[in-house]
């Protein structure tokens, strides 16, 4: 059982409004945290005096900051991304539509963005954090990928769940690229959709493998301009 899944078991017996009411704002100290500071600005001890909530409560509930950290991302992405999946459905339009919202939103937060960058592509095997996104952005393109399957769009030999392993990672490949410096705010969203068609552009066949083919040389043309 991961540490997240145990905070989640104490989190579902909480039996008063009170106790709820400190967890989220727990949770939002910490994603204020990391917004001011990035990933090293949160510690235990600050995250206690600005949430008031006793050091000795704090890790009886979450164990470490990483376990925190992890739930206040994945919370978050994870509601966010479930509405906008909502709104804009599983297809390749609404996945780009999708691409193009997260662009915006790591433009709206770009120190938070930037700590979960560095926490992704550290060199710990057991990297709670970087399993929660990696999670939750296999789960978007594994929607994508069995919309395609189910329009006969996608080859059959292709593995989904490689797939969509692969794709995630590319994505926030992307992402570390703007965080360093490499690719520009405004070029970001085209680049990871441009990492995506590219990785359709292989596996796709017939109509959708035309349609996609159209959008990636539209793409490259928007990057090389």
Do not use: C
Request: hydrophobic letters at 45%.
């Amino acid at each position: 059982m991961t540490k997240v899944s145990a905070a989640s078991q104490k989190r579902s017996s909480y039996s008063s409004e009170s106790m709820a009411r400190r967890r989220t704002r727990v949770l939002e100290e910490a994603r204020k945290l990391i917004a001011e500071s990035g990933y090293d600005g949160v510690t235990m001890r600050l995250l206690a005096e600005r949430s008031e909530v006793a050091s000795a409560t704090l890790y009886n509930i979450y164990g470490n900051k990483e376990t925190v950290i992890a739930t206040a991302v994945s919370e978050l992405f994870e509601e966010q991304m479930a509405h906008d999946t909502a709104e804009r459905g599983a297809g390749l339009d609404g996945t780009i539509a999708r691409m193009r919202w997260i662009a915006e939103e790591i433009r709206r937060m770009p120190e938070y963005s930037r700590a979960m960058v560095t926490v992704y592509f550290s060199a710990s095997a057991e990297n709670l954090v970087r399993d929660l996104l990696r999670r939750i952005t296999m789960q978007a393109h594994r929607r994508l990928f069995a919309s395609l399957r189910e329009q006969g769009g996608l080859l059959p030999w292709v593995d989904i769940d490689l797939l969509a392993s692969q794709t995630a990672n590319h994505q926030y490949a992307a992402v570390h690229d703007w965080a360093i410096g490499k690719v520009a705010m405004d070029r970001l969203a085209d680049r990871q959709i441009y990492e995506l068609l590219l990785a359709l552009a292989a596996v796709t066949t017939g109509d959708i493998a035309d349609d996609v083919r159209t959008r990636l040389r539209q793409v490259q043309e928007t990057l090389v301009s």
